[in-house]
């Protein structure tokens, strides 16, 4: 089993930013895919960005050049360095994982992008 615990959101105006954190706990070892996912409200969720254990980022099209993924291995640590935020990044965000062919989810944490 792997619990994953995000933290970092919150309230930020347009052209801000935030750093979030997702830590990755339990009896594994190095995980291979994380990532972050959100869902605003009414909509699907969509994947943000992901990382490999090597360091091979994937990024949506709506963030790239705005928005950095990095993990510390070490640690089983996933971030997200979020930049230049605008009003449609409101949503909540997932921290997901890959381990053993499953996935994982936090439980999100909301980042409300407004004057």
């Known amino acids: 089993q792997v619990q994953l615990v995000e933290s970092g959101g919150g309230l930020v105006q347009p052209g801000g930013s935030l750093r979030l954190s997702c830590a990755a706990s339990?009896?594994?070892?190095?995980?291979?895919?994380m990532g972050w996912y959100r869902q605003a409200p009414g909509k699907e969720r969509d994947l943000v960005a992901h990382?490999?254990?090597?360091?091979?980022?994937n990024y949506a099209d709506s963030i790239k050049g705005r928005f950095t993924i990095s993990r510390d291995n070490a640690n089983n640590t996933v971030y997200l360095q979020m930049n230049s935020l605008k009003s449609e990044d409101t949503a909540v965000y997932y921290c997901?994982?890959?381990?053993?062919?499953?996935?994982?989810w936090g439980k999100g944490t909301l980042v409300t992008v407004s004057s």
């Open positions: 990382i490999t254990s090597g360091g091979t980022t």
């Open positions: 339990g009896s594994m070892l190095r995980i291979s895919v």
């Open positions: 997901n994982c890959v381990y053993v062919g499953n996935n994982y």
